[in-house]
């Protein structure tokens, strides 16, 4: 059977999370979903799939178990990521750079910005990520994200071929810098591998509420993930 590749489309701090599968058409596909986080959600359970069978295999690129920060699953085949910025909102730029550098401080990975967007691992975007309205027993509420992360990965090696991490400018242009760089943190974790990790911890991965930027947790979660 042809390997295939399958899309992750991860949530940011705020809003809906889930999966889509891109598969060959000759591929019978089912579609993962993560749990649901948005402003008003009780719901504090970790990043997972629906289908624990479903999660990539570590037959060629073994992934650690017990990590402090949850694991995706899924990793670039690398430690040198490249990156392109393909916003032009000068807030988000600058929180896109500054999450690159606070990554890159962990030492786990070198992340490098190119300017051939074909040739790049991770496309730094912006976009409206806002919800429609919607209505629950006649009452009307509305969900919205911050930032949102697809990834294209081959489950049957575990690694990573692409991934898009997008910031909302409508969401955070009127949020302090501070707060803009770690949604971005948040976004290029989802983008390194790293998974939702539930309230509790202390973590930049947690999925609303963001407190953090990235901790020594996060730090030792991704050393851990890519290495040698």
Do not use: C
Request: no cysteine; proline share 5%; glycine share 6%.
């Amino acid at each position: 059977m042809r390997r295939f590749l399958l899309a992750l489309l991860v949530a940011g701090m705020v809003g809906l999370s889930g999966h889509q599968v891109i598969a060959d058409a000759d591929v019978n596909s089912q579609p993962f979903q993560s749990s649901f986080f948005n402003q008003d959600s009780n719901d504090s359970n970790d990043f997972q799939f629906s289908n624990p069978s479903q999660r990539p295999n570590a037959q060629r690129l073994p992934i650690p178990e017990n990590t402090p920060t949850p694991l995706e699953g899924i990793r670039w085949k690398k430690k040198n990521i490249t990156i392109y910025m393909e916003t032009d909102d000068p807030k988000l730029k600058w929180a896109f750079r500054d999450a690159v550098k606070k990554w890159n401080k962990t030492k786990a990975v070198h992340i490098r910005w190119i300017k051939d967007e074909d040739k790049a691992n991770i496309v730094a975007a912006d976009g409206d990520l806002s919800r429609n309205t919607t209505g629950n027993n006649g009452v009307g509420y509305t969900t919205s994200e911050l930032g949102s992360t697809r990834t294209e990965y081959d489950p049957t090696t575990n690694t990573l071929h692409k991934a898009t991490s997008t910031l909302d400018p409508n969401q955070l242009d009127y949020t302090n810098a501070e707060f803009r760089s770690e949604v971005a943190q948040h976004e290029l974790g989802h983008a390194l591998g790293l998974a939702h990790a539930p309230e509790y911890e202390h973590s930049v991965m947690i999925p609303r509420n963001i407190k953090t930027g990235i901790t020594k947790n996060d730090a030792k979660t991704l050393r851990m993930l890519y290495a040698e």
